[in-house]
């Protein structure tokens, strides 16, 4: 049953990862790609999380925090730059 | 039927479903229309989708003692992602990342037009006064 269980979120999580790569690619402007890479993100997470849970170890959890923690980091400053540079236009 | 296959049955359940959020927040990013409404699909598996692949990891271990760790890294996540994306919300907003006619309500929009109000009699007093001061 796990075999089945990991072929079937191995599909699942390979088209979610297209998709989001997909939004990375095409994604009209910054944000978008940093919503895009931020579910990407999500999604390894996802990957480490079956990977423990079918093999039975956790090794990966401190990998799937500091992944979480990459992505609120990398967010957040992507954002704020994208906030400076418009104020920045506006003022001058 | 033992205990055993139920716990794995149902932690299969939770490996799937949480597989199926990723897969939910990937077709909404492509087929919503803009910022917002794809900011509403990305949570997805940022919040239920961890939560429901680390309750499956801890019934996959069969011990009590990974559960407070598991719960702190659920809980780290729960902290950090309102906050990306409150900045990531602003940032879209502030360089216009939306489609008006698509909100329900613009709470914002009145308090945005209050400050430019305020903003331009300031800088029309301050006008007059450089004025008074050339003459």
Redesign the interface.
Known sequence: MMQTVLTVTAVVLSLAAAGAIVRIARGPSLLDRVLAADVLLAIFGAALCIDMAANRHLNNLMLLVAISLIGFVGSVTVARFVADRREGVRES | MNPDTVI??V??VF??T??????A???G??RFPD?MS??HA?TK??VL??FL??A??G???RTWS?WP??LV?WL??LL??P??AH??G???Y??K?LHPELLSSDELEAIVQRAAQKAARQAATHGADDDEAGR
């Open positions: 794995d049955a932690s299969g490996m799937v949480g597989a199926l959020m990723s897969l927040a990937a077709i990013l492509l910022l794809r900011m990305a598996p940022q989708g961890l692949l680390l499956a990891l019934l996959q271990m990974v760790v598991l890294a780290f996540q950090t992602v906050v990306s900045m990531v602003r940032a879209g502030r360089t990342h």
